[in-house]
């Protein structure tokens, strides 16, 4: 243990063994206990039996973490969201953790290019009751975008949960703002990309971690100067940066 401006840091810390662990905390036993203390005990035990199969898949890496599930439900309720949509499903963890937090007659446009993870979690959300609420097209999401456009779906979502390839985010951003009514909220997931946002020029990172990283800064830059929206970057999951549309 060393002290930094009078905080303690660990100077080893241990990797964290959690399935979809993405937490930029400084210390890992902190962020074990926020899932120990306020996350696992309340996970609905559908979310966590979703986990498990989510677990045994070999890109485990790209689930949503039980704590951003835990935010992302509790955020819907807040803005009492109704219809919703969601790009990037994988084995559908966020989507569980939307479509039970929307009323009976709520509504998610799911949209992935691969429909098999999605098959992989569905009976999982079958089961919990939810599948109902869930529209899954498979298929890259800007042509669905246009094509919503196209329809005049302008101004009718009250929720976005953005968490697909991050080098098109940009693109969805220009078709968002105006799918998602005024007042409601897009969620960019991953906008601190691992932490590598800040990482010097030279730093050794992952292949694809590198190469997304320069898009996900392009995002953030374009945000944060962006006047249709309020935005708040929180240090949740991987990161996420909530957009709300003023105008
Ligand atoms: N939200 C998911 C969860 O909670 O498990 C994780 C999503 S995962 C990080 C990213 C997903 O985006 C993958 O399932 C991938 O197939 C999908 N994807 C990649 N490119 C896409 C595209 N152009 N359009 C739609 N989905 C895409
Ligand atoms: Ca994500």
């Known amino acids: ?37 306020s996350v696992y005990p309340r996970e609905p035990e559908v979310m966590k039996e979703l986990r498990d199969v989510t677990a045994k898949h070999p890109w485990n890496l790209m689930t949503t973490s039980a704590d951003e599930g835990q935010f992302l439900n509790l955020l819907l309720k807040l803005i009492n969201a109704k219809n919703t949509m969601e790009i990037g499903v994988y084995t559908g963890y966020s989507l569980l953790a939307t479509a039970l937090a929307l009323p009976e007659d709520g509504k998610i446009l799911a949209m992935d290019i691969n ?12 089961k919990a009751g ?83 990283r320069d898009f996900v800064m392009e995002l953030n830059k374009a945000l944060a100067v962006d006047p249709r929206i309020e935005i708040c970057q929180l240090p949740v999951g991987d990161g996420i940066t909530l957009c709300r549309r003023i105008s």
């Open 1 to 37: 243990m060393a002290t930094i401006n009078g905080e303690v840091q660990q100077t080893q810390p241990a990797r964290h063994q959690e399935v979809g662990h993405k937490s930029l905390l400084q210390s890992d036993a902190l962020y074990q206990y926020i899932l120990e203390t």
């Open 115 to 126: 429909r098999e993870n999605f098959e992989l979690g569905l009976p999982v959300i079958q």
């Open 130 to 212: 939810v599948a109902h609420k869930i529209d899954f097209r498979e298929g890259p999401a800007l042509p669905l975008l246009d094509q919503l456009l196209e329809d005049g779906k302008h101004g009718s979502f009250d929720f976005i949960f953005v968490d697909a390839d991050k080098d098109n985010y940009l693109n969805y951003h220009k078709r968002l703002i105006d799918l998602v009514k005024v007042g409601g909220v897009i969620g960019y997931d991953n906008t601190l990309w691992n932490g590598s946002v800040v990482a010097p020029p030279d730093a050794p990172l992952r292949k694809y971690v590198r190469y997304y």
